[in-house]
T-cell receptor
Framework: AQTVTQSQPEMSVQEAETVTLSCTYDTSESNYYLFWYKQPPSRQMILVIRQEAYKQQNATENRFSVNFQKAAKSFSLKISDSQLGDTAMYFCAFSRGYGGATNKLIFGTGTLLAVQP | GAVVSQHPSWVICKSGTSVKIECRSLDFQATTMFWYRQFPKQSLMLMATSNEGSKATYEQGVEKDKFLINHASLTLSTLTVTSAHPEDSSFYIC????????FGPGTRLLVL
């Protein structure tokens, strides 16, 4: 069975600084997808970034980037130039398969990030 | 693109009544939708996978007779909480898939 572990329940960062959120996972699958979702106080789940396991290049989306270490089964999220709007709960998630669409997501327990002014 | 809506956004009902929650993909067709439940300050718990035109697949421990799921079209899935009780009070979230799961805004259910 697949598991996703987020070992940092809460983190805090000053505005404009950089912060890294950790995520590790366990799977015997060779084809899978990894995701970071954010859930702000509105509770709307928002996709932050997506990584295909077969791709060695780390995914980036503007100020958000990942450090994907497949052998170590590690998938950390780096947020650069933190903004107040980044304050949210961040969930790491795993999905089996090629498409990542019809396969269910397995979520970590989340990291609550607070960006301080 | 990839917008998912949920209706209602919040609902209060009396114990013993049934409540229906709708999940719609507004600008795409979704053969698969998912229903989650989330307790305060906790992660999302998958309740069931809903496939258009077929029976939903429920996760272990989820009562299929209490949480009825219907996926009648490629843009609509519904979750009906039957004979709701206070312990069913929660935040329910749906997602629809097009390469990636996109989530609805959630429905807050309070059963009195």
């Amino acid at each position: 069975a697949q598991t996703v572990t987020q070992s940092q329940p809460e983190m805090s960062v000053q505005e404009a600084e950089t912060v890294t959120l950790s995520c590790t996972y366990d799977t015997s699958e060779s084809n899978y997808y990894l995701f970071w979702y954010k859930q702000p106080p509105s509770r709307q789940m928002i996709l932050v970034i997506r990584q295909e396991a077969y791709k060695q290049q780390n995914a980036t989306e503007n100020r958000f980037s990942v450090n994907f270490q497949k052998a170590a089964k590690s998938f950390s999220l780096k947020i650069s130039d933190s903004q107040l709007g980044d304050t949210a709960m961040y969930f790491c998630a795993f999905s089996r398969g090629y498409g990542g669409a019809t396969n269910k997501l397995i979520f970590g327990t989340g990291t609550l990030l607070a960006v301080q002014p | 693109g990839a917008v998912v809506s949920q209706h209602p956004s919040w609902v209060i009902c009396k114990s013993g009544t049934s409540v229906k929650i709708e999940c719609r993909s507004l600008d795409f067709q979704a053969t698969t939708m998912f229903w989650y439940r989330q307790f305060p300050k906790q992660s999302l718990m998958l309740m069931a996978t809903s496939n258009e035109g077929s029976k939903a697949t429920y996760e272990q421990g989820v009562e299929k007779d209490k949480f009825l799921i219907n996926h009648a079209s490629l843009t609509l899935s519904t979750l009906t909480v039957t004979s709701a009780h206070p312990e069913d009070s929660s935040f329910y979230i749906c997602s629809a898939t097009v390469k990636t799961q996109y989530f609805g805004p959630g429905t807050r259910l309070l059963v009195l």
